[in-house]
């Protein structure tokens, strides 16, 4: 018998397999953003997802929704406003999951390349006033009442405690703002499916035929079974897969090369409060960011060509070397490897053309129309996708020749209406149940007034109010509703991607993950056996971050004689 959480996966199989009218190949952030804009436009929307939902990209950038400081320079105008205008979008449209972020920038006597920029000699002590220039300019770009301004020592040391005060010559404090990247891309799902999208994880695009009623074979990664999709259009939102996917439906007119980005998860909350911290100059004439991250802080990130496996790219401790080095620079007390509890890669597309030239299409974005009549959607960022999504169902719509005009400029994401009366709703039953305020923050960020359905299971089911680990405040609630609702179907996919367990705590969530199979095995119907082979397959996944981890650790403390 089928267990009634896996019920909504064989609808779905039979919704696909009736046909639809634009089938999306990607599940990332892009891909659900399509979903949701057809699907808004009155499209029949099918999008499947070859792993889990965000398990590419989409899970591993550094959270930030912002315009790109760093581009202001450059004078890519045009992208920092249209970043700019979708950031101030997302804090209106799902204010859950995207609030706006103080950023400090320190700038020490002697700074060389501030936000990339080479400044000769004779101009570094002006640092500042370039600095603020740029500042000025993102404001204006951004049009938002949330100005910069430049701090007292004292003031930036208050959001900044751990910055080291000497040779520190002006501190500067703008705005961006900063999201869960996994918990958004739900958010658009969950939006998407509500206006009728059937969506599918474990299934892949393995074959496509576009000419004469176009079909799309898609492989249940279940079951093994082959599924034929019959769709009038496809949409390639495969991210750094995009290549590989259009080669299904002949010569791909893009390249597809790989830029590695590592970021290092560190448990010492107290360096900043309730600001990031950017790091103005790196050795390679970049910046990185130190983010406060549910209780943690984000240090990222690098930038160096891959050539390995795109589903596991992993950090290395020169990577990890680099990053810690780099915020040590500006520390009053530097830290050591000990301060880190996880870590983890993405990987950016570089895109080149059929001229063989390489451009940075991560910036920009990009709406490719194949001879074959595919569609692929190529570079952009996290925070763009709504802009994405736009201008490619822009196309489909020209296609058909229909008017139907774009609707989510104005749509608000599942959990982001009425948040304030949620919040207060959530916190009274919370209350009741027994909940700490810190763990109803928690489901507030991240299902915003959909929390209160989670507090009702817990009514229903008091021991569903238990976190899985003490410090930490993820419920065994989540856990349910990631299986009930959210097409959870791996122990790996729980505790790596959906409740980012194995991320933020130092052990990587050992200490929880017999529990959690068992409840996953309640809920999904699965037998003592699949259970252990879950277990195991959730150790050999976080074998090599603990083998990385424990190797870094004990090579560099031995070196610098501190943790
Ligand atoms: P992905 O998330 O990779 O999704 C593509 C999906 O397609 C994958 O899930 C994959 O499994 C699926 N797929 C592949 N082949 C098939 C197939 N045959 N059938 C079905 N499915 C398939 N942007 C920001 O705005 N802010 C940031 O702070 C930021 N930080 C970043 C940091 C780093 C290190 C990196 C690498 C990127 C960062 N970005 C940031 C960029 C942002 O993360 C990406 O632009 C975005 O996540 C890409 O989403 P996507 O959906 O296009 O790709």
Redesign the pocket.
Known sequence: MTAPALLAREQALQGLAAGVDVLV?????????VALDAATRGYRVGL???????????????????G?LRYVPQRQFGLVRE?LQERDRLVRLAPHLVAPLPFLVPLYRGVRRPLGISLPAAARPFAGIGIRLGLTGYDLLARSALSHRSLSETEALSYAPGLRPEGLSRTFLYYDA??D?VRL?HAVLATARRHGAITLNY????AMRLENGPRVT?LDRLTQRPLEVPTRHVVN??????E??AA?AGPSPFRITM?????LVLDRPGLVDGAALVIPETDDGRLA?LVPWRGRLIL????EAYQGD??TPQPTAGEARYLLEHLNRYLRTPIGPGAMVGAY?????LISKGDGSPSEL?RGHEVVEHGSGLIS?????????RK?AQDTVDVLVRRDRVTAPCRTTDLVLEGGADLEAARRDAGRRGESLGLTGDQVEHLIGAYGSGAVSVLELIKQEPALAKPLLPDLPVLYAELVVACREEGVLTLTDWMVLRSRLALLDRHQGRGCVREAAALMGRELGWSGAEEGQQVKAFERTIEAESAFLASFQGTEAATSGEV
């Not at 190949?25 to 953003?33: D, K, L, Q, S, V």
């Not at 299934?203 to 393995?206: F, H």
């Open positions: 190949i990607g599940g990332g952030i892009t891909g659900a953003g499947v997802e070859a792993a889990d939902y965000a398990g590419g990209t989409s899970s591993r950038s550094t959270k930030l929704v912002h790109g970043a900063q999201t990247d891309t299934a892949e695009a393995a898609v939102a495969a991210g750094i897969w995009t590989r996917v299904l830029s590695k980005g590592t970021h960011f990222g990130t690098t930038d795109p589903r890669a993405g990987i950016r597309p991560s959607i190529i570079g952009g960022k996290l925070t763009i996708y994405m």
